[in-house]
């Protein structure tokens, strides 16, 4: 099999295992289809909305867990087949990249539900924290504002917003403090730019409504 096939059954086996339904899998194991409550979205904090905050941290902790096991196998497939193209960093990170976005477009975007999926957040940061060490700091950091900020305003989507907007900034002060190479791994803030754009565009609705005050609270459940 010839290397460039090896690499498109990474990025589409990336994509399948992202658009593993957890919420809509848990939802139907409790007797309900999560898409026709609350917002209708599958993700973790309509699942918690919905079914109780128990339910949703499981959904949360299997949908990041997916992003992690995308970058690992990512990082293992680098691993097994080393070629001379992939000596220099940049070419290894252009994997990562690719699989990092495959799962989350697949969290995103199913075939087999409509292209309607999650949100994008909790597979994000299982995607970052996976790509060890150059996203540790940064995917702590965004974990950290996330929390924060839902705990002063009470918001998860304020949270999740906040935290795709530190992720690029937080990989640029820790390439700075542990030097290192942008040239080497600009892939990587790629990565961190591409997952806050698309986490941004799955919550332009959530947006809107902080905008004119009608976003649901933690605890709250929408109408």
Known sequence: MAFSWRIVLLLAGA???????????VSRLKGIDIRKHGSGNLGATNVG?????????????????????????????????????????????????????????GNI???????????????????????????TVPGVVAAVTWAVVMKVSGYV????????????IAFLGAAWAFSYSLTDHYPLFCLCLGVAMLVLIRHRANI????????????QHRS
């Open 157 to 168: 989507s304020l949270g999740s917003i906040a935290a795709a907007c530190s992720l690029p």
């Open 208 to 219: 809107h409504r902080l905008l004119t005050g009608t976003e649901s609270k933690v605890g």
């Open 15 to 25: 994509y399948l295992l992202g658009s593993i339904p957890f919420g809509l899998i």
């Open 109 to 135: 975007a199913p075939f087999y539900l409509g292209f309607r999926g999650g949100k994008g957040v909790a597979v994000s940061m299982g995607v970052i924290f996976g790509v060890y060490p150059y996203l």
């Open 49 to 105: 909305r919905v079914l109780g905050r128990k339910w949703g941290v499981l959904v949360f902790v299997l949908d990041a867990g997916k992003g992690a096991l995308a970058s690992l196998g990512a990082a293992a497939f680098l691993d097994c087949d080393r070629k001379p193209w992939l000596d220099a960093p940049v070419h290894g990170d252009l994997i990562l990249l690719g699989a990092g976005l495959a799962c989350l477009i």
